[in-house]
């Protein structure tokens, strides 16, 4: 499998139905991936079961403020910077890439900086969608703990962070993202083929593809529907936010309710659960298709509100206390996705 | 503007030209409707000249009078690649920013015929305006001078310049001290506002439709002279209002958009309803948009303009292959298309405001269940839209969550509203905020806000 500019429309929408509405905007990252491929060359996809038990693997991706990183772009060259950070730490060559985030831009990020250096892509990521945290890694449900990453600013600044565990390096990380400029490029150290093979998420960049390649057939179909209210509220340090949903065609007569707040979290009809994080819940526009960013919903748009599982780790005991909606302050248990309704068309 | 000045709207479309005749209290003096050419200074000249064989003693000879233009000439000169302006790049914003260079998003053939030469240089700030790379004076300084002799205006666009300008403005000078008081330049920090590429193509979209502009100002002026009309002239902006000509030609990149919004604004005037549908029946399309608090709704960003991204607001419209001209299945072709319009689809609520030559079409397309409202004078709900309109400014400003700040940057963006409509022509006596817009940013360790503002006036 190759990344070119044929495929990477695909995989750019693919990474933004996978995001659950969040991980920064697709549309900088996929200009900046077509630059590097126009410049540098595709980028080969390997299979997590290809690369060796003790090949160095770099899982990498933006960490901060989307909005931030839309203005201050990054040069392209942040992915040298890492490598050589992550290979002076691990005392090995890098062998492969890999997204730590495949949903939004993080999903992107890598290609460019793989396509740079000549790398190749691991088909895998360490999310399987878009979280806010970086504690949400599901290697960390594997007990393959990541706690030491390089950062980079892409003005000289380097910074080497060994936390005591996930939670740590959230918090340490985090920090120095907002020190370093509001983001950085980012990249866990040390991580192996083996390591990869026991936590990471195996298959995030072709299902990005299969997703982005045909939008329709992604996941349930919940509900058509016209957004009739947004409410948004900041509550600490995150940004809650509440819309309603009236269903439209052959939904007419349903509503749903929508929270959020960097990514869609969780979608109830009459108090039941239609689908919950870490489930993937996206909203694509009625009649572009293209999947509605949490930042950009707002009242009138009509949208196809749809659903896709977590992968099955997330939907484990231990999944579901780091990423369930409780984990995001919201009172409710997780449940499956509702099945699609049975529809008539007019 | 005095209560009893005369204003004159004009809207040249895409295949007639209308202008209508207003006093000060909103009332309908007399209307002209021309087919159009090619030639703007010819159907303007042919709609002036109905307008007054209409009512010949409306303006008395050096009497106040106030003229408004709205026309899809400068946004058509974009698609056609006409007469554009050559643009000198500038991005300050190295070592950042070379993951995707200037124009590199763009369709090759606009890209060839709007750049003079496109360069990244040292220079940019923070999102808390550290300056951390001074501005690279020598590159700035060599790359004008290569670009000498084939650029016809400059576009600067610095990161993070709406927080901290002062880098554009310095090239501003360079520019002035090395090649001259007579090119132009555009700075991105009073165009766009965040998203560093958005604004950038905003930016370099404004200085190439520089010479469209002047253009059309020229046949304005020459038609107004040839009839003797001493008049004060403002030109559309894209949200309705309008702006002085002299504003018009520093940001012609508000004029995208502007003939849609007037018709908006116009329908809005003529039938009272300030939130609806509006429904504009042309010859050959139909645009249906959306009106909240008397002003078109506007688009969600990004939005995109002859294949260019931008982040600048344009009234969010839906156009259909069908007009009066076309629907030979009376409504029902309408109908079929309306069906697809995401505003009309389903529910009814909203009343519908129908204008534009074909408007009584709307009613047999539309299901009962909608309130359908046809203003007279809708064929002319352009025209009207322009004699009516305030003048209009707008800021965009970010700022962290602290309530100090927030305070601090609510005000900053309304001074600075206030002063852009200000100089885009309204009575600063006068001049109301009427849109406050707060947006949380997400993913930050301090949440931070974007604020947007609007202000608007009557004319001076």
């Known amino acids: 499998m190759r990344l070119d500019d044929d495929t990477l429309p695909d995989l750019a929408r693919g990474c933004a139905i996978l995001g659950a509405g969040g991980g920064g905007e697709i549309d900088l990252a996929l200009a900046m991936a077509r630059h590097a491929v126009d410049q540098h060359g595709p980028v080969d996809v390997i299979g997590l079961d290809d690369v060796p038990d003790d090949a160095l693997l770099m899982p990498c991706g933006l960490v901060g403020s989307p909005t931030i990183a839309a203005e201050r772009i990054p040069s392209g060259d942040e992915g040298l910077v890492l490598r050589a950070a992550v290979e002076a730490r691990a005392g090995a060559p890098v062998a492969a890439l890999m997204p730590y985030e495949i949903g939004g831009s993080n999903g992107l990020m890598p290609v460019v900086w793989a396509g740079r250096l000549g790398l190749p892509l691991v088909d895998a990521d360490g999310m399987g969608r878009a979280f806010p945290s970086l504690a949400q890694l599901a290697l960390e449900l594997s007990d393959v703990h990541v706690g030491s990453w390089a950062l980079t600013d892409g003005r000289g600044n380097v910074v080497a962070v060994d936390a005591a565990d996930a939670v740590w390096a959230e918090r340490l990380v985090r920090g120095a993202s907002t020190t370093l400029g509001g983001v950085c490029a980012a990249a866990p150290a040390g991580l192996t083929g083996a390591q990869a093979r026991a936590g990471a998420i195996a298959g995030s960049v072709s299902r990005a593809l299969a997703c982005g390649a045909a939008p329709d057939g992604t996941g349930r179909l919940l509900m058509e529907a016209r957004v009739t209210e947004v409410a948004r509220r900041v509550d600490g340090m995150r940004v809650h936010g509440s819309a309603t949903l009236h269903g439209t065609g052959p939904d007419a007569g349903r509503r749903a309710r929508l929270e959020l707040q960097s990514e869609y979290l969780l979608a109830l009809e009459d108090g039941d659960v239609l689908a919950a994080v870490p489930d993937i819940i996206a909203l694509l526009g009625a009649q572009s298709g293209a999947p509605v960013p949490a930042q950009r919903l707002h009242r009138g748009q009509r949208v196809r509100l749809i659903a896709l599982e977590a992968p099955e780790i997330w939907r484990s005991a231990r999944g579901l206390a780091a990423a369930g909606p409780r984990a995001y302050g919201l009172d409710v248990d997780h449940a499956p996705i509702a099945p699609e309704p049975v529809r008539v068309r007019r | ?460």
């Not at chain 2, 590199?104 to 360069?119: C, F, I, K, N």
């Open chain 2, 1 to 460: 503007m005095s209560g009893a000045e005369l204003r004159v709207g004009i809207d040249v479309g895409a295949t007639n030209a209308h202008a209508v005749f207003m006093d000060g209290g909103g009332r309908l003096l007399a209307r002209a409707k021309v087919p159009v050419g090619r030639d703007l200074r010819a159907s303007l000249d042919a709609v002036l000249a109905e307008l007054l064989g209409a009512a010949p003693d409306a303006i008395s000879p050096g009497g106040p009078v106030r003229v408004t233009l709205g026309t899809r000439r400068v946004t058509d000169a974009l698609a056609q690649r006409r007469g554009l302006t050559r643009v000198a790049v500038l991005r300050l914003g190295s070592p950042l920013t070379g993951g995707v260079p200037p124009l590199w998003t763009w369709p090759a053939e606009l890209r060839a015929a709007v750049s003079a030469g496109e360069q990244i240089v040292g220079g940019g700030a923070e999102y808390d305006g550290r300056t951390p790379t001074p501005l690279d004076v020598d590159a700035v300084r060599r790359f004008l001078h290569r670009v000498a002799g084939t650029a016809e205006a400059v576009a600067v666009s610095g990161v993070f310049s709406p927080i901290s300008p002062e880098q554009e403005l310095a090239v501003a000078d360079l520019v002035r001290r090395e090649l001259g008081s007579g090119l132009p330049v555009s700075a991105s920090h009073e165009i766009g506002s965040f998203g560093l590429l958005t604004r950038e193509n905003a930016t370099v979209l404004n200085a190439t439709l520089i010479a469209p502009v002047q253009a059309v100002a020229t046949a304005l002026t020459g038609a107004l002279r040839a009839r003797d009309i001493a008049a004060e002239t403002y030109f559309a902006q894209n949200d309705g209002s309008v702006m002085a000509l002299e504003h018009a030609l520093r940001f012609p990149v508000l004029m995208i958009g502007s003939g849609a919004a007037l018709s908006i604004r116009g329908a809005a005037q003529l039938s009272g309803v300030a939130d609806g549908v509006v429904v504009d029946v042309g010859g050959t399309r139909t645009e249906v948009s959306v009106l909240v608090h008397g002003f078109p709704r506007e688009a969600a960003p990004p939005t995109e303009v002859a294949g260019v991204h931008t982040d600048f607001p344009l009234p969010e419209v839906w156009t259909l292959p069908v007009g009066a001209a076309t629907a030979d299945g009376g409504g029902d072709a309408l109908a079929w298309e309306l069906e697809d319009v995401d505003v009309l689809g389903g529910d009814a609520g909203a009343p519908v405001v129908a204008v534009g030559g074909g408007a009584a079409l709307v009613e047999e397309a539309l299901p009962g269940d909608h309130e359908v409202v046809l203003p007279a004078h809708g064929d002319v709900a352009g025209a009207i839209g322009a004699a009516i309109a305030p003048v209009s400014g707008r800021a965009d400003v970010v700022c962290d969550r602290d309530s100090d700040h927030l305070d601090a940057a609510l005000l900053r963006a309304h001074r600075t509203a206030v002063e852009r409509a200000i100089h885009a022509g309204a009575d600063p006596a006068r001049v109301e905020i009427v849109e406050v817009e707060q947006m949380p940013l997400s993913y930050l360790v301090e949440p931070a806000f974007r604020v947007r503002v609007r202000a608007t006036g009557p004319c001076v």
